[in-house]
């Protein structure tokens, strides 16, 4: 019999990708909800034998509740017994994929589940998310560096006069340095 | 101020300069946002990269499997992975606690309304105890009503014992009279809005955004529960911290310097609470963040805020300081609610991960005085006090439970004795 999952994607980022990929594999999806669902109402009613969450949801903390409340409701496979491989937990973990099983479903089957859901994520969502939050902060950091090239010249003095120079103004207006460095270089 | 000196350790260079480290969407992640902000990591001569994590699986996995190299974590939470409670085990250490207190209690408007109809003098003293819940309760069995749910944010956390502590004062047992679950807590407005629950234990900003949107009513704030309770901490693994020994004193002196910039006077607040703001962050608006920041708590209750200066305290009150009598507290709890096994070895997990000898290392770096004791008793001081075992006096905070329990660490069993307390003594 086809193990049964439940997922659980943003409302706005949903598609049937996942869904899809997983039936081509072989999995029943029972139902597909979003971070807004009541988790406790449907894992009831559905009794899933697995669940896979977008790990860019709060929902997790739900599920790691239910997880306490017996051995009906899927565990996290980080803290299965048998787990022995943490590398793909790492794995799931760095896609942003979280996968919940209850015991007694196949090892073989877990680690197919969860890579059918990393190789979706991977293609998908996290790489975006992660492309975000590198930019903003190599933007961040260069501005800095350009306010601070900028009194160098200004003011002619060292570099790390400046960046001193650059944190008491910022300090002195209450501003970080990011904000203090836009100010300067605009 | 000058990072470097002769000694070893202060002027080791780290290990590794560029650091990822988790955050979770509340006010009181403010000292590792402060710190990357204003520059306290980068004087450190770290590059520190600050990553908003949805939730506190996601921060707990991360930091164990090492795709973060340390964390804003729950209280609860090293100590929880130490000892393998609702976590794989894994040893976890804090050296430092990023603040004390930062919670409260909130119900929705309709069950706040049903509690002063119920009981109107329990309802008018203050701090609020959950009296005129139990008899709501009461009344609720008697007509075969379900039970009211209340949320907390995560199963191991001082939410969950703060909640569970101000039901059981009033002989309310948590496991029984009350279903208690877990919402996110940016999701509990719209839960209360909804009917979906009719209570939350949560940290700010969420409380307040809950009575702005006009959804609820704030009973008592942790304070209250228990005056300068220990909150969210900063952890590591303990391999990680075997392995970047001058790193971890570098990210805890720059979290030092970022809690005192934090306590140092009202104008900082109200900047964090700006800096909070931005979207990368909290991203709830800053006038709602800057009022718990400040020491104004407003309940939905009373016509004007209610002055609580200590609402959430970054420094004083040697707040920083990883006291061990703080994670047996946090035992003791796990244990009377169930969640710990009879014989794991409490206090040497306790002594494991709770690491004030780094925490010394750190504040003598920077010349702040530290506790010499590694423990204190609490439920003792109803005011202001001064640590004489310290390096130099440090001033401390009142350390009451608000149902005058008292916490000696040399028999901490005994809070598991007291009158009204679990399932049996109520």
């Not at chain 1, 988790?39 to 739900?62: G, H, K, N, Q």
């Not at chain 2, 980068?42 to 921060?59: F, H, K, M, P």
């Not at chain 2, 608006?285 to 004007?304: C, M, S």
């Amino acid at each position: 019999m086809a193990a049964r999952i439940l997922l659980i994607e943003a409302k706005d980022r949903r598609s049937r990708a996942l869904e899809q990929a997983l039936t081509d594999a072989g999995f029943e999806v029972v139902a597909s909800v979003d971070e807004r669902d009541d988790l406790y109402a449907r894992m009831t009613e559905l009794a899933p034998d697995a669940v896979i969450v977008d790990a860019e949801l709060p929902s997790r903390d739900t599920l790691e509740h239910l997880a306490q409340l017996g051995r009906r409701f899927p565990r996290p496979i980080v803290m299965l017994a048998d787990e022995d491989d943490p590398q793909v937990s790492l794995e799931a973990a760095r896609a942003g994929v979280s996968a919940y099983v209850v015991d007694g479903l196949a090892p073989a089957t877990v680690r197919s589940l969860v890579n059918v859901a990393i190789a979706h994520f991977q293609a998908h969502d996290a790489l975006r998310s992660e492309l975000g939050r590198v930019q903003q902060s190599l933007e961040q950091r260069k501005a800095v560096d350009r306010a601070k090239c900028l009194l160098m010249e200004r003011q002619g003095i060292g570099e790390e006069a400046a960046y001193q120079r650059l944190r008491k103004m910022a300090m002195d207006r209450r501003l970080s340095l990011y904000e203090l460095a836009r100010e300067l270089l605009d | 101020m000058s990072s470097g000196s002769g000694q070893t350790g202060a002027g080791a260079p780290p290990e590794k300069r560029e650091l990822r480290l988790g955050i979770i969407p509340l006010s009181d992640c403010a000292p590792l946002v402060v710190a990357r902000e204003m520059g306290f990591f980068a004087e450190q001569g770290l590059d520190v990269s600050i990553t908003r994590e949805a939730s506190w699986a996601n921060v707990r996995d991360k930091v164990q499997l090492g795709a973060l190299d340390g964390a804003q974590m729950l209280g609860p939470m090293p100590l929880a992975g130490t000892l393998g409670v609702v976590s794989p085990r894994k040893p976890m250490v804090t050296a430092l606690t990023l603040n004390l207190n930062g919670n409260a209690v909130t119900v929705s408007r309709r069950l706040y309304e049903r509690l002063c109809r119920t009981d109107p003098e329990a309802m008018a003293r203050r701090p609020i105890t959950a009296h005129a819940l139990r008899r709501v309760i009461e009344a609720d069995r008697r007509q075969g009503a379900g039970p009211l749910t209340f949320a907390t944010v995560f199963p191991v956390s001082g939410h969950t014992y703060q909640l569970r502590y101000w039901l059981a004062s009033a002989g309310i047992d948590p496991d029984r009279d009350v279903r208690l679950i877990v919402i996110p807590p940016q999701f509990v407005a719209a839960n209360l809005e909804e009917g979906r629950i009719d209570g939350f234990c949560a940290g700010e900003p969420w409380n307040g955004f809950a009575v702005a949107r006009g959804a609820g009513c704030s009973l008592i704030s942790s304070y209250e529960i228990w005056n300068n309770g220990p909150e969210k901490v900063f952890a590591v693994t303990e391999d990680w911290a075997q392995r970047h020994p001058a790193t971890h004193r570098a990210v805890l002196r720059a979290l030092l310097h970022a809690c005192r910039w934090l306590d140092a006077d009202g104008a900082n607040r109200r900047s964090a609470a700006r800096l909070l703001a931005r979207p990368e962050y909290v991203g709830v608006d800053e006038d709602v963040l800057a009022a718990t920041l400040g020491g104004e708590f407003r309940d939905g209750i009373a016509a004007r805020p209610r002055r609580i200066p200590d609402f959430t305290v970054f420094s004083r009150y040697a707040a920083n300081f990883p006291w061990r009598s703080h994670g047996l507290w946090f035992a003791m709890q796990m244990e009377r609610w169930g969640q710990l096994d009879m014989d794991a070895a409490v206090d040497e997990a306790v002594a494991r991960t709770y690491r004030p000898d780094l925490y010394r290392e750190a504040a003598a770096d920077l010349g702040l005085p530290a506790p010499q004791a590694d423990w204190k008793e609490e439920g003792v001081h109803a005011g202001g006090w001064q640590l004489e075992t310290a390096t130099a006096p440090i001033p401390m905070g009142a350390d009451r439970f608000f149902d005058g329990a008292h916490f000696d660490p040399n028999d901490p069993a005994a809070c598991l004795r007291g009158p009204g307390v679990g399932a049996d003594g109520v």
